[in-house]
């Protein structure tokens, strides 16, 4: 951690001096609070002064309910306040005329600079996260039983709904009725441990699958091998097995959730997430303009416009993908009855939480379902333009109403951009009329302060942050940290931080003997640049490419040994997509990778 200590003391230095702020102060602060409160004062407490300084930005003034950790001189914190008061009044605590946003940047580098640092949390925070995934399923259980959408909010729900997805629906709806869907095997975990090439011989299928797609057409390759099915157990809907809950590293404060799909549901509901992907493109869909799971820059570039214009709010939800109940979506799909049975049969019924056993689920899925993003998306999409209805007083009727919001409605999971007139309505219709929370510290329409989809903006000035994702390393041994440190040392030369660019140099280059100027394009470790590479000096010219290469470490990865033959081969082989030829060893290894391996050798200038 002292790596970490001194790489903020580079930073803090380098931005003091493009503020014109003594820094000297702030590094002894942090050096005696690490050294009190340890990594969580970087981890936890920094990134919770930024959301402080975030909401003070939107609220135009720095509320004496903030920054309760910190001490104040004045109307602002002592901490950072060399960049502070440039953004601040430091008397009256209010925005200043015209905030230095250099200044701005300069305290969310500082303070979030290692908020996504990969790592476990206690025991006592993964627990506190399996309770909050209880806590949130029975609020969405209540609010179904209790307060269900129906009437007239009902009835707009599934009018706007329909003018937005119908054409994509009714194809959708066909290709289902006329089995035309293909399921797929993703690489992802699966609650029964299968991996790889493993999920290719399959021993379970469920009675709900078994209507919709049948295992004679989906898990062999021809009904010449139809006796192969002797061996799958079809389940009823009670002895189906459950999504498995686990936590995943995200921060310090909190892990993430995911639950785990088994196996024969991640098939299915792969098949189904490629039918929506390959029916989302044509002048057909009206709701592409708004949605698309390929692409975060349109909400990015929506946020920047919204922070330079103040036309425009970015909302974010809490929890939003276990908040989707079930209902909802059921509703969104009963006009197309064969796409509804295909969604609902590949929807997993039941969660095993650890510490609290399996429980019926009332949400529609959550994060690790491969439907959970679009049906988010479409429901957030529909609460968005309902709100829009409320705030305007008028209907939707036709598809070619909702081409008036095409630059100013984006949905991307979670990440909501819509008009700052009608976002007091749209978070309405989200809080009360769906079980959905807006995260109000996330959230931004009265300044001009906007963030989404990883995007930070202030007056239309890019003030995104680079994060340090992982631990240091202490010698090449660690390799996945030498990557990420290779990774972070180059977001900065990008991010125009150039003398901890330089710092970060001399420590990579003490860890691995080559470490040469490369293109961003080229597989080697390297040091990218803004200068023409061709201009630089190399090591040689490939003896078969002809092709100027240098020597610098790549990365290896390595499969598992997973081998596969007979039937299961032969359906890895039928299921195939694209033209591409297979790997030469997809049948002896399959699955994610081992691990990260760096080694020296000769690889690509560019």
């Known amino acids: ?12 230095e380098e931005l003091g001096d493009r503020c014109g702020a003594n820094t000297n102060r702030d590094f002894e602060t942090v050096s005696v609070r690490f050294e009190n409160e340890g990594s969580s004062f970087l981890r936890i407490t920094l990134p919770d002064f930024c959301k402080d300084f975030e909401r003070s930005l939107d609220q135009g003034r720095l509320a004496p309910d903030l920054f309760a950790n910190f001490k104040r001189v004045g109307a602002i914190p002592v901490f950072l306040q060399g960049f502070t008061e440039r953004v601040f009044d430091s008397t009256t605590g209010f925005l200043v005329e015209e905030p230095d946003v250099e200044a701005i940047y300069a305290v969310r580098q500082l303070t979030l600079l290692f908020s996504k640092v990969d790592s476990s949390c206690t025991p006592e925070r993964d627990r506190a996260a399996f309770s909050g995934f209880l806590d949130v399923e029975q609020e969405v259980r209540a609010w179904t039983n209790k307060t269900p959408l129906d009437g007239e909010n009902l009835h707009r ?26 399921p797929k095997h993703s690489s992802g975990a699966t609650a029964n441990r299968l991996m ?15 209507e ?79 949605i698309r799971d390929d692409d975060q820059e349109s909400n990015r570039l929506l946020a920047q416009l919204g922070s330079r214009t103040g036309s425009l709010a970015t909302l974010d939800l809490s929890e939003a993908s276990d908040r989707v109940p079930l209902s909802v979506v059921s509703e969104m799909l ?12 590949s929807r997993s019924l039941t969660a095993d939480v650890p510490g609290y056993g399996i429980i019926p689920l009332s949400k529609f899925a959550s994060m690790g379902s491969a439907l959970c993003f679009p049906m988010e998306s479409f429901v957030f999409l529909t609460s968005v333009f ?46 009360r009329v769906f079980p959905f929370k807006v995260n109000s510290r996330k959230s931004f329409w009265t300044g001009k302060f906007r963030e989404s989809c990883g995007g930070d903006y202030y007056d239309g000035v890019d003030v995104s942050v680079v994060r340090v994702r992982s631990e240091f390393p202490d010698s090449r041994a660690d390799s996945s940290e030498i990557v990420s440190l290779v990774s972070l040392r180059n977001q900065m030369y990008f991010s125009g931080l150039w003398r901890t660019t330089a710092a970060l140099d001399r420590k990579i280059s003490g860890l691995i003997k080559h470490f040469p100027v490369v293109k961003e394009t080229s597989s080697a470790l390297g040091r990218h640049t803004l200068l023409p590479v061709e201009k630089l000096e190399y090591g040689r010219i490939s003896p078969t490419l002809q092709r100027p290469e240098v020597k610098a470490y790549k990365v290896r990865t390595k499969l598992p040994h997973n081998p596969l033959d007979g039937v299961g081969a032969l359906l890895k082989f039928f299921l195939k997509r694209g033209e591409d030829p297979i790997l030469g060893d997809h049948l002896t290894r399959s699955g994610r990778s081992l691990g990260v391996s760096i080694q020296p050798g000769w690889a690509p200038l560019a």
């Open 196 to 210: 790889g090439n493993q999920k290719f011989v399959s021993d379970m299928w469920t009675q709900r699958l078994e």
């Open 386 to 431: 309902m709100g829009i209805e409320r705030a305007t007083g008028s209907k939707f009727s036709s598809v070619a109403q909702f081409s008036a919001f095409k630059m100013m409605v984006r949905v991307y999971g979670d990440d909501i951009v819509c008009p700052v007139e009608v976002a007091p309505s749209v978070v309405e219709i989200l809080e």
């Open 1 to 12: 951690m002292k790596s970490h200590l001194l790489l903020w003391k580079e930073v803090a």
């Open 157 to 182: 729900f599934k009018v706007v709904s329909a003018l937005l997805f119908g054409d994509v629906f009714d194809r959708l709806n066909r290709e289902v009725r006329n089995y035309e869907l293909i």
């Open 334 to 345: 009963t006009p197309w009855p064969d796409l509804k049975d295909a969604v609902m049969a």
């Open 212 to 290: 919709v797609f049948p295992s004679s057409d989906y898990l062999i390759p021809s009904h010449r091998f139809y006796k192969n099915l002797e061996s799958v157990e079809l389940l009823e809907p009670g002895a189906e097995m459950p999504v498995r809950v686990i936590t995943v590293p995200k921060t310090m404060k909190s892990p993430r959730i995911i639950a785990v799909e088994p196996a024969h549901m991640q098939y299915a509901q792969q098949g189904v997430l490629e039918a929506i992907r390959r029916n989302w493109d044509g002048d057909f869909n009206v709701a592409n303009q708004f």
